[in-house]
């Protein structure tokens, strides 16, 4: 089986979550702290959830 590696461009992530880049002595992006990415991770599906439920809970209501 062919690997593949599986990432993020450091550059996109950059504009969006610049506290989880590291950039080099030039202030060039050059990597993600991964450990700090799963907590937002987590938070982002917390959200949704609450989303999902309160969507359930919207239909159930136009259903009757």
Same mark, same amino acid.
């Given at each position: 089986?062919?690997?593949?590696?599986?990432?993020?461009?450091?550059?996109?992530?950059?504009?969006? %979550?610049?506290? +989880?880049?590291?950039?080099?002595?030039?202030?060039?992006?050059?990597?993600?702290? /991964?450990? @700090? %990415?799963?907590? +937002?991770?987590?938070?982002?599906?917390?959200?949704?959830?609450?989303?999902?439920? /309160?969507? @359930? %809970?919207?239909?159930?209501?136009?259903?009757?």
């Amino acid at each position: 089986f062919p690997s593949h590696d599986i990432g993020m461009i450091t550059e996109e992530v950059y504009e969006v %979550l610049p506290t +989880i880049v590291h950039k080099n002595e030039n202030d060039e992006v050059e990597s993600l702290d /991964y450990s @700090k %990415l799963t907590p +937002i991770l987590i938070s982002a599906i917390q959200e949704l959830a609450k989303e999902v439920k /309160y969507l @359930k %809970l919207q239909v159930q209501l136009l259903q009757k």
